[in-house]
């Protein structure tokens, strides 16, 4: 129980069912003074009529703020132009002790001065700032008579709605607003689902309660940080609504509509803190008044996100720093809460809903919002997902089956079911094909592999080639693609360094899948273009004076995260460059919340100071496979560290803006899947077990320790678990493997290895020179043992001398 306002009694009742009751109650409201009849109002500008948020035509002419109807408003035309003009006039001389500017949840006037016409000029009677309220009584210093008001709004508050300047009503009375009665609950930490609040009684006379959600504490108003109403301009203005029966009611927030039209509810939100107040919006009356008496038993929720338990975690870590763990923990209960069922009331409401998805499970992108499959954001919660509860990876492949679906004639792939299937991105088919690579490496899945091949093969073979410039790189404007955008919709144009290195990833990756059903001609195809796209990458697009890639070949000069990033981990850079990029990244992008995506401004304001860490994810990886692991655990300390010790807490949010901010205000999605790269990161990278060919058949063991003492942990396949632990000190290094049956594989020691000798069972299988026995070489100056089998092994390094 975080606060509360108004007439409540024993607020901390409704955290326990049964026993007490919270009571929230308030008298019915006076009605306040109307200005006489003949009084008129004009305005500076006046916004041209719609079907407002809630479909129903509307007009925003001056008058509405004088009708004495509190539900139209007077919205000027200037959008963050200020100053705006209300301009009231009267019909004959009146005196006043001040006025109460009404407003609403849209944004209020937060800084507006009133004066009044006196001896043929305007004198100013009252100047207020930093008005955050929606009813603001403006008394004024000694009462005056005069036949005309004028308030100049000089700033607005800037909300989803735009900084518009709000006028609902304007009474000829100062009137002190009566704190509506409301209950703030925190749960702890974001959670999905469909909210339920148990009433016990009301008066006969249907009060009204509005539920408002929010992610964190900072957003948490009078209405919700997000809501699919507002976004679809719907009903709901920002709250979910219920009129509470006299007997009371077991209520469940489902979307829809409690009376015919009247009392609108969302249905499913994510959020930390939930705001309940006894209120009702103007237009719902008579079904939902705002005032009465309403008792209240408990609040609950009906979580609907993947539930993870001790029991369902087939794949888990834990090292010797517990923030790392923290971090890694967090990551996969960010993913459980996007691990959900596709519903239609719940998803995005801009025409993402499928029926060949509906009741299906699917990794969606945010609790919150938007709540819509995409595939981009699978490249990593996909990963997350698989390694630590991989038997809902039917989620991942419903997603990727269904966008091959619905594969365009030209070969290209959408994104998510967004915009009926064709939201325009660029690079979103690319990530497909590295997912559906990702999905049979962790699963072996054959089928899936068969059955989309074609698709495959369709979007490498027919689409990308498509917008394939002389020089073999991926040009975006090539066939009418110059209005296409990326993971962030960014206005880049041209060769760009990002979409290419995932070209040549996604076609590394085909070739991979094309040798595993057999299709060698295909894979020789494909490896074959990725190593001229790769010469084509660094003939063309690095950048010697920045010893970096540059973000495109056009434009201001600029580099980016992605770009350097993603070449290191396709393999498109050599050690050189690798060393030189993240050295130039180190330089110029680093916050103490992360790395930014980009090095300076030139592709829109405060770009450098942006982190994702959607593309984080694949420098950190860069930076372990490079062997700088310190510097990636730096980065993520900072990165996750930053998210865990902030509100909301626990859950990875989906962009963090200037100063740690969030980076898209109340709208960021505080709980998003791809932001989840840390847990794959420390399991492959940092623990080192991953699967090198599908479904585990073979699998390798690299530890990349850093200034971890000691890690632990277990890998799900289809085989079994694959365990492995390893401490580290000074003098030596210990590992043991315990191998599924059915798999083999390969362990790596940290170290160089001319001043290692690797003992196991009591026998020296490399003496700091050359092997004594077993299938032990040196790869990458690293000690490897391969062709381990079913059984548990324990190997001690330990340093010449």
Excluded at 391 to 397: D, G, I, L, P
Excluded at 420 to 428: E, G, V
Excluded at 503 to 530: I, K
Excluded at 652 to 665: A, D, M
Aim: proline share 5%; glycine share 8%; with cysteine.
């Amino acid at each position: 129980m975080l606060a509360t306002t108004g007439d409540v009694r024993n607020p901390d009742a409704l955290l326990r069912a049964g026993g007490s009751r919270t009571i929230l109650q308030r008298a019915e409201a006076s009605s306040p003074l109307r200005w006489p009849d003949g009084t008129v109002a004009e305005a500076s500008s006046s916004h041209a009529g719609n079907n407002g948020n809630d479909g129903q035509p509307r007009t925003y002419d001056a008058g509405n703020a004088i009708d004495g109807n509190p539900d139209t408003f007077w919205n000027d035309d200037t959008v963050a132009a200020f100053p705006d003009t209300l301009t009231i006039t009267l019909p004959a001389a009146r005196e006043l002790s001040g006025i109460t500017l009404l407003s609403n949840s849209d944004g209020v006037p937060a800084d507006f001065t009133v004066d009044v016409w006196q001896d043929s000029f305007w004198q100013n009677v009252a100047a207020v700032q930093d008005n955050d309220v929606i009813q603001c009584a403006v008394p004024f210093t000694t009462p005056v008579s005069t036949t005309r008001v004028r308030i100049t709004v000089t700033d607005a508050q800037d909300t989803p709605r735009g900084a518009f300047t709000r006028v609902n009503e304007v009474w000829p009375e100062p009137v002190a607003p009566v704190a509506a009665p409301s209950v703030t609950v925190d749960f702890g930490k974001v959670v999905v689902g469909f909210p339920r609040i148990r009433f016990t009684s009301a008066s006969d006379n249907s009060p009204g309660v509005r539920v408002a959600f929010s992610e964190t504490r900072q957003f948490l108003t009078d209405r919700s940080d997000f809501t699919r109403s507002d976004q679809a301009g719907g009903a709901g203005q920002g709250t979910d609504q219920f009129a509470v029966p006299a007997a009371g009611a077991d209520w469940v927030d489902h979307k829809g509509f409690q009376h015919g039209d009247k009392v609108y509810a969302d249905g499913l939100h994510g959020f930390r803190y939930l705001k309940i107040t006894l209120d009702a919006l103007a237009t719902d009356a008579p079904a939902a008044q705002a005032w009465g008496t309403v008792e209240i038993d408990s609040v609950s929720l009906d979580f609907s996100g993947y539930l993870g338990t001790p029991s369902t975690y087939r794949g888990w870590f834990l090292c010797s720093d517990d923030e790392l763990n923290r971090y890694w923990y967090g990551a996969s209960y960010t993913n459980e809460l996007v691990t959900d069922t596709f519903r239609q009331d719940d998803v995005d409401p801009r025409n993402a809903w499928s029926q060949s998805l509906e009741g299906k499970p699917v990794l969606h992108d945010g609790a919150k919002r938007d709540r819509d499959p995409y595939v981009g954001d699978l490249a990593v919660s996909a990963r997350t997902l698989y390694l630590t509860h991989d038997e809902a990876a039917a989620a991942a492949r419903n997603v990727l089956a269904d966008l091959a679906e619905h594969q365009r004639a030209d070969g290209w792939i959408p994104p998510a079911s967004i915009a009926d299937y064709a939201l325009p991105l660029f690079d979103y088919p690319l990530w497909w094909v590295t997912c559906s690579w990702d999905y049979v490496l962790y699963t072996g899945d054959r089928a899936y592999a068969t059955r989309y091949y074609p698709h495959l093969t369709k979007v490498l073979d027919v689409w990308y080639p498509s917008v394939t410039d002389d020089a073999g790189l991926l040009s975006k404007g090539l066939n009418n693609t110059g209005g296409y955008g990326d993971y962030a919709f960014l206005g880049r144009t041209g060769r760009i360094t990002y979409y290419n290195a995932i070209y040549v990833q996604a076609l590394n990756d085909a070739a991979r899948l094309a040798r595993w059903l057999g299709h060698a001609a295909d894979a020789d195809r494909w490896t074959r273009r990725a190593d001229r796209v790769k010469e084509a990458i660094n003939a063309r697009l690095w950048d010697d004076d920045a010893g970096a890639y540059l973000d495109s070949a056009t434009g201001p000069v600029r580099h980016a995260q992605d770009g350097n990033a993603i070449a290191i981990t396709a393999g498109v850079a050599d050690s050189a460059r690798a060393a030189s990029a993240l050295s130039h990244l180190d330089a110029t992008t680093r916050q103490p919340y992360g790395n930014a995506f980009m090095d300076n401004d030139t592709i829109f304001g405060d770009a450098s100071q942006r982190v994702y860490a959607f593309t984080s994810y694949p420098e950190i990886v860069a930076r372990f496979e490079t062997g700088r692991a310190e510097s990636a655990l730096d980065q993520i300390r900072r990165t996750y560290g930053w998210m865990d010790s902030h509100d909301p807490g626990i859950t990875h949010w989906e962009g963090i803006g200037p100063g740690g901010s969030l980076y898209e205000g109340a709208y960021t999605s505080m709980a998003h899947g791809w932001s989840t790269g840390v847990l794959p990161a420390l399991t492959h990278q940092l623990l080192g077990a991953r699967p090198t060919a599908p479904g585990y058949a073979t699998w390798e063991v690299r530890p990349h320790p850093g200034d971890v003492a000691w890690a632990q942990g277990q890998v799900p396949t289809p085989h079994g678990p694959l365990r492995v632990s390893w401490e580290a000190s000074e003098k030596a290094f210990q590992m043991t493997v315990h191998v599924p049956a059915g798999t083999r594989g390969t362990v790596a020691f940290p170290g160089d290895s001319r001043q290692v000798m690797v003992r196991s069972r009591g026998r020296i299988l490399w003496d700091g020179f050359k092997a004594l026995e077993g299938d032990v070489r040196v790869t990458n100056s690293r000690v490897t043992v391969s062709d381990l089998s079913a059984g548990s092994y324990k190997f001690t390094t330990v340093r010449n001398g």
